[in-house]
């Protein structure tokens, strides 16, 4: 049988509070506008899931993942000029 050997939580890097922490949160912060976008992608798309896709479907999702791409854009040129060196 194998034991389990249990290490001290008294190291910072161990100790995990379950809380995101401030840097995390302005991540999640920045990269809300895409990640609302493609929420709304995925609602079109779910809504066209069981029917045939009519006109305004197609420019529903069109639209749709036009805006998915123009906040890509949108949060790849802000992380270039955080990071003048390229992507962190």
Do not use: C, Q, Y
């Amino acid at each position: 049988m194998k034991s389990i050997i249990t290490l001290p939580t008294t190291s910072g890097a161990l100790a995990f509070d379950g809380e995101p922490s401030d840097a995390e949160l302005d991540a999640i912060e920045r990269e809300l506008p895409l990640i609302e976008a493609e929420v709304d992608l995925l609602d079109v798309e779910i809504m066209t899931l069981d029917r045939p896709a009519t006109e305004l479907d197609e420019r529903r999702v069109r639209r749709a993942r036009n805006r998915v791409l123009v906040e890509r854009r949108k949060l790849t040129n802000r992380v270039a000029t955080v990071h003048p060196g390229g992507v962190a």
